[in-house]
């Protein structure tokens, strides 16, 4: 059984252990398990372009969620 695909983990509990930004340290842990597990660099982003067009419903959330909180802080409500 090959366990080093499991280092993404590793490295996803380290980094979020240390306070790093957690989205990068997702994607980091992402393309250390990817790269771990047998899988080109092209193959990761494939596979990552796939699940987001897939769940495009989320990205549209995460999306909008910044420029809302920018206008909350430009003074939008005191308007």
């Known amino acids: 059984m090959d366990f080093w ?16 930004q957690p989205m ?5 842990a ?3 398990s990817g790269l771990a597990g047998g899988m080109s660099l092209l193959g990761i982003l494939e596979t990552l372009g796939e699940a ?7 990205a549209i959330l995460i999306l909008t969620l910044p420029a809302i ?3 909350e802080r430009l003074g939008l409500r005191a308007q």
């Not at 990068?24 to 980091?28: K, S």
């Not at 067009?53 to 989320?58: A, I, K």
């Open 24 to 28: 990068l340290t997702v994607l980091t």
């Open 30 to 32: 992402g393309l250390v």
């Open 5 to 20: 695909p499991a280092l993404g983990l590793l490295v996803l509990v380290a980094g979020l252990a240390l306070r790093l």
């Open 52 to 58: 987001f067009t897939r769940n495009r419903f989320l």
């Open 69 to 71: 909180a920018l206008l």
